[in-house]
């Protein structure tokens, strides 16, 4: 069956990094854009990274731009989330969404926790 699994959460200080991971399996997934969301404590889920099937193309929201990056292994069927110079403002439940590239199936995650904390 489908799954995105995510990994990589946990407690960092301010100023740390962190690197999650989202292992892929039932389907082909290198047919599917992949994204980062994350949702804060009474706060809608917000979009933070997205990376096109083949890895080419990505885009970030303003708030983790020069701080995050996005990226892809297609051979592995995972996408990765590097997070550096975390602020606790980043804390938040972050969530993998894979999106097939002609709009057909899409799918979530369970979620992984990052808090940014001293």
């Known amino acids: 069956q489908v799954q995105l699994v995510e990994s990589g959460g946990g407690l960092v200080q301010p100023g740390g990094s962190l690197r999650l991971s989202c292992a892929a399996s039932?389907?082909?997934?290198?047919?599917?854009?992949m994204s980062w969301y994350r949702q804060a404590p009474g706060k809608e889920r917000e979009l933070v990274a997205a990376?096109?099937?083949?890895?080419?193309?990505?885009n970030y929201a303003d708030s983790v731009k020069g701080r995050f990056t996005i990226s892809r292994d297609n051979a592995k069927n995972t996408a990765y989330l590097q997070m550096n110079s975390l602020k606790p403002e980043d804390t938040a439940i972050y969530y993998c969404?894979?999106?097939?590239?002609?709009?057909?199936?899409?799918?979530w995650g369970q979620g992984t926790q990052v808090t940014v904390s001293s």
């Open positions: 969404y894979g999106k097939s590239r002609w709009g057909t199936d899409a799918y």
């Open positions: 039932g389907f082909t997934f290198s047919d599917y854009a």
């Open positions: 990376i096109s099937s083949g890895g080419s193309s990505t």
